[in-house]
Structure formats: C-alpha cells, structure tokens
C-alpha cells in the first residue's frame, strides 16, 4: 500500500474515523469539510463503508476519493448525516452554524472564530461551546486518541425540534 505524507499525526485519521462511526452509527452521509487530500473520507468509506466526501475549495485530493472543490457553506448541512471538521480553518464558522440543522464533529486548529481577540485552544472551544448552546443545542468536549494539543473535539447537536 503506498503511504501518503501528511503534517501532524497520521493517527488522527483513523482515530477520527472510527470515532465517527462508534459515536454517529445512523450517519450515512458525511461531509468532511476542509478535508485537503481526503484520507478521512478514503478511510470513512473503504473501511466503515459511509457516503463520505471532502468539500474543500482547493479541490486537491487522492485518486478515487469523492469531492467537492467550493467552499463550504452551512447551507449545505441538510444534504448530510453528519458534518465532520477536522482542522476546518476558514471553514471553522459555517461548520459550526451547520450544528443548527444536523449534528457536528469539530476539531477546531486555529481560531478562525473571532478575528478581533486571540483565542488559545481552551478559549476557542469554551467560545463556540457558548454560542452553540446560546442557540438551544447541546455540546459536548471530548479529547481524541492522537497526538495532542489539536486533538480537543467538539460534539455539537443541533437544537431540539418544536414537533418532536
């Protein structure tokens, strides 16, 4: 098998695959935003058997691998089960607006959150726990199994339905 070269951990991505399918077992459909070569999304569908594409604007990914070259946009949610920002950058808002209409996985690298003050790790999950919560949904921090500090995940559900 050819090994493929990516900066920080190679273990995040099978961490974060199997992560996904444990926690989300009803999710079919996954957009793996900011995805850059798509290693998740291979993985998420080679091994675990999803409908998963990268929607990353730079539109450069592995062969075979299913992608949209655009940026992301929250609107997009509806279309899937689960939306999954591993290191979304730029991203990093709309996919966290996503968690209004389908639930989210985060890991959140740089903050692209608040351009007006510098927020650390810590800082930066603790803000956008608040505003998703702000808008009725729950959240939840969990630390994943790779190599760290960028390793702190979001788990954020979308607010409950007035019909159910």
């Known amino acids: 098998m050819t090994r493929h070269r990516f900066h920080g951990d190679e273990a995040r991505f099978d961490v974060l695959a199997e992560f996904v399918t444990a926690r989300f077992p009803q ?19 080679k091994r675990f058997g999803l409908e998963a ?3 990353d604007p730079r539109g450069w990914t592995l062969k075979g691998v299913p992608a949209r070259a655009e940026p992301y946009l929250a609107t997009l949610a509806d279309y899937y089960d689960l939306i999954v920002g591993l290191h979304p950058d730029e ?4 996919v966290v607006d996503s968690a209004r209409v389908r639930p989210v996985l985060v890991v959140p690298c740089c903050n692209f959150w608040d351009r007006d003050r510098k927020l ?22 969990v630390e994943l199994a790779f190599r760290g500090p960028k ?4 788990i954020l559900l979308p607010p409950p339905t007035r019909n159910g």
Do not use: K, S
């Open 120 to 141: 650390g790790r810590d800082e930066l999950l603790t803000a956008i726990t608040a505003h998703h919560r702000a808008l009725g949904g729950r959240a939840e921090h």
């Open 27 to 45: 999710a079919r459909y996954v957009a793996d935003v900011a995805g850059g070569q798509g290693m998740l999304t291979r993985l998420l569908r």
């Open 151 to 154: 390793n702190h995940a979001l």
């Open 53 to 55: 594409e990268v929607v």
């Open 91 to 94: 991203a990093l808002r709309e």
